[in-house]
């Protein structure tokens, strides 16, 4: 259970929201990017393309120290009350001097320690293998659930989402939601029976239902969301909170679940290109530890066009990001993975590797996968997170240093990034995976041991 | 002309005071207005485009471009008025579906629409059926813009097709949809009149519906 003592007082982030400065949102939009840029050049912070994996901690500790800035000086902004939350330096290094440095999933013989990891750390990640809400059908939600909950690499699992429930359109805000989000908790529990692991956590119950109404009516220990489970409350835009999501914040933390916050601002967008963003979005990680009272933090920085992270750009990004809190906090990190390319393509085997290899060297927990760019329905299974998982625990076997990992990277990042654009969009799930069995396709399958084979030759041995 | 490249210049600088000037000095040689917006300013907007297309630049200069260009054409636009004329400007509806706190998407189409000539009304996010409906009887919008990121809010489009029907408006405007999940056919199977997948297209979906130049690939929706 948590120990509110050790979090900022969540009254008073309330009463921030209703007295903060009135602000027009544009206006605090062009602020973050001109402090952002500001500030990348005052600690002179430098995207380089071939230092994917930047070795250099003092340009990570400056990232770090930029974010502070930023963070002090741009604030919170609450679009319901178009006001701006302020924190002080003291009210942030007490949090992040507070936070609890660990967070448990799952129940009895499942349950999972979660720990701040630290760059090149030689523990193993924790791997939260996740369906990323990808849409299916009502009658494929369980298999595919099931093909995550099974693996196991597996720490904990989460779910796709239904558009449709008993031929009715899944529609926000309406009762519909209500009754499709507990049928998704029920499921995915259901899924984690069927798996043999009736106890594993789920580290996000609720997919279907977004609304605070429709996801608080699915936590219920009877539809099968446990102590040890958990959900996410997001950052809706860059620095941005709701009420809606607030609201969500004051029901998590008096509940026995989780709350893991969600980041995932654009490179590109309203805080610029790499440098921006990654120091925009170590920033995020006040606004969830102070905002959220977030027990641990997910991020899924993006390419504004491309809708993925792993051109080169943003495996940069997770990487100083990643080293900059690891260096500096003890933050519970999870770093989540967002493919171009389908599923049992050889790319994204190549996506999924380079993916993991720079979160995990870089003192990140594991989270995979969005596959596709997050967009195509049906197209997800367990495979991917199991792939990402394993070069995660072979990049701890190895004992790999920024500098190996990089040149491995590096490689494979001229393998794929051409196709990024026009990345291939793989197979649906039925037809990578064998329906009877729930198992990957012989041709999934080898397609994993091929590349396996490729990697070697790189250097990289996955057995 | 060299009045022409240096407007255009100073949008891709985003540089105010220079855009303000030059459209004064268009001005006081007698340049034709309309000429001087579609040769000058909007050339500049279009490499602006590109380049962000390319991410050889990001959100933050794309804005300050627009604004720029905005500043230069209200020089024009109060030299018009003042001689009781306008640039006439045709008017979007624009908002993220109910629901929906995407709006990342919607606001790169406004800032392209608007450095396109268009009036774009921002209805903003999470906007009710109900309000693009009040919002069409108050403006009559040549077009309408909506945006929805999750299947369980474009579930609200056709729920706007109906009620834009039902209120007797639907052939009064133009209705274009665009988003992650929407797709072309299905943008056409609920009876839309355009989509288009980025911001780009969004602009030559627009132009074409309203009956300026332009086209798109998913325009046939
Ligand atoms: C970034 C993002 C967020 C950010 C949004 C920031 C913001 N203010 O916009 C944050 C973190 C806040 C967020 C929150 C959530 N998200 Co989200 N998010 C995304 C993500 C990864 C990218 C969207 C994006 O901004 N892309 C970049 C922009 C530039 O592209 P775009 O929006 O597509 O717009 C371009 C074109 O589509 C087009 N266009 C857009 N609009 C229009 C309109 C017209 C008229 C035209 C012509 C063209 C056009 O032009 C634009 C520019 O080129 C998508 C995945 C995806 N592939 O889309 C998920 C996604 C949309 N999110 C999803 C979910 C589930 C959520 C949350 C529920 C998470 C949570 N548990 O809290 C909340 C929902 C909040 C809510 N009620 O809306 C799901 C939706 C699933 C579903 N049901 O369909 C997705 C698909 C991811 C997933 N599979 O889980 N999310």
Redesign the pocket.
């Known amino acids: 259970m948590r120990d509110h003592g050790k979090f900022f007082d969540f009254l008073e982030v309330i009463k921030r929201a209703e007295s903060g400065e009135i602000l027009k949102e544009a206006d605090f939009d062009k602020k973050l990017g001109k402090k952002a840029l500001a500030l990348m050049k005052q600690y002179e912070i430098r995207y380089h393309p071939e230092s994917v994996i930047p070795l250099d901690d003092g340009l990570a500790d400056r990232v770090y120290q930029a974010a502070v800035d930023l963070f002090l000086d741009l604030g919170v902004y609450c679009t319901d009350t178009q006001r701006v939350m302020r924190f002080t330096k003291e009210e942030l290094q007490w949090a992040l001097e507070n936070v609890p440095r660990d967070v448990q999933y799952g129940r009895e013989e499942e349950t999972v320690s979660v720990y701040p990891r630290k760059v090149e750390d030689p523990r193993d990640p924790i791997c939260f293998f996740s369906a990323?809400?990808?849409?299916v059908t009502e009658e494929m939600f369980l298999p595919v659930a099931r093909s995550y909950a099974q693996e196991p690499l597996a720490d904990t699992f989460s779910g796709p989402?239904i558009?449709s429930y008993k031929g009715i359109p899944v529609t926000?805000g309406s009762p519909i939601e209500v009754e499709a989000a507990i049928w998704n908790t029920q499921m995915l529990r259901e899924a984690a029976r069927q798996s043999g692991r009736p106890h594993i956590g789920i580290h996000?119950f609720?997919?279907?239902g977004?609304?605070t109404d429709a996801t608080i009516a699915s936590a219920q220990e009877g539809f099968g969301a446990f102590p040890g489970d958990g959900?996410?409350?997001?950052?809706?835009?860059?620095m941005?909170v709701d009420f809606?999501?607030l609201k969500k914040v004051a029901f998590l933390r008096q509940s026995p679940y989780v709350l893991g916050a969600?980041?995932?601002p654009?490179m590109g967008?309203y805080a610029g290109g790499p440098e921006g963003t990654a120091i925009a979005l170590v920033a995020h990680h006040f606004l969830g530890l102070l905002g959220f009272s977030a027990e641990r933090h997910n991020s899924?920085p993006?390419h504004?066009?491309h809708?993925c992270n792993t051109v080169r750009e943003m495996l940069w990004l997770i990487s100083i990001v990643g080293q900059a809190l690891a260096r500096n906090t003890h933050l519970i990190i999870v770093s989540n993975a967002?493919m171009a390319s389908g599923p049992c393509t050889d790319m994204v085997i190549d996506e999924l590797c380079a993916h993991s290899l720079t979160s995990t060297i870089s003192g990140w927990h594991l989270n995979p996968s969005?596959v596709v760019?997050?967009?195509y329905p049906m197209r997800c299974s367990g495979m991917e997170p199991r792939i990402h998982a394993e070069v995660g625990h072979q990049v701890t076997k190895m004992g790999f240093t920024r500098r190996e990992a990089n040149q491995i990277v590096l490689k494979l990042i001229e393998g794929y990034e051409k196709r990024i654009p026009e990345a291939p969009i793989g197979k649906m799930f039925h037809e990578c995976y064998q329906m009877d069995k729930i198992r990957p396709t012989d041709e999934y399958e080898s397609l994993f041991a091929k590349k396996k084979k490729e990697w070697r030759e790189l250097g990289f041995e996955v057995s | 002309m060299d009045l022409f490249k240096e407007m255009a210049k100073a949008v891709i600088e985003g540089d105010e005071e220079q855009t303000v000037s030059l459209a004064k000095e268009a001005l006081a040689k007698g340049v034709d207005p309309t000429e001087a917006i579609e040769k000058g300013f909007a050339e500049g907007m279009k490499e602006i485009g590109r380049l962000f297309e390319t991410l050889e630049i990001f959100l933050p200069q794309v804005i300050i471009s627009a604004e720029a260009m905005t500043a230069g054409v209200e020089i024009f636009r109060h030299y018009l008025l003042g001689k009781e004329g306008d640039i006439p400007k045709k008017t979007v509806l624009?908002g993220?579906i109910q629901?929906?706190?995407?709006?990342?998407?919607?606001n790169?189409?406004k800032i392209m629409l608007e450095s396109n000539g268009f009036k774009v009304y921002d209805l903003g996010?999470?906007v009710p059926v109900s309000n693009f409906i009040e919002k069409v009887k108050e403006l009559n919008p040549d077009l309408i813009?909506?945006?929805?990121?999750?299947?369980?809010?474009?579930v609200h489009m056709p729920k706007l097709m109906e009620a834009l029907q039902e209120s007797g408006l639907r052939t009064k405007v133009k209705i274009?949809?665009?988003?992650?999940?929407?797709l072309p056919e299905w943008a056409k199977k609920i009876g839309a009149d355009?989509?288009?997948?980025?911001?780009?297209?969004?602009v030559r979906?627009?132009k074409r519906l309203v009956g300026l130049q332009g086209e798109g690939k998913g325009d046939k929706a």
Do not use: C, W
Not at chain 2, 194 to 202: I, L, V, W
């Open positions: 990323v809400g990808t849409p989402l558009t926000s996000n609720q997919s279907t977004e609304k959900l996410f409350v997001a950052a809706i835009a860059e941005k809606e999501r969600l980041y995932g654009l967008g899924f993006i504004i066009h809708v967002f969005a760019k997050n967009r | 624009l993220t629901g929906d706190v995407h709006d990342i998407g919607k790169i189409v996010r999470d813009g909506v945006s929805a990121l999750m299947t369980t809010t474009m274009m949809l665009g988003g992650a999940p929407v355009g989509y288009g997948e980025s911001a780009m297209e969004a979906v627009a």
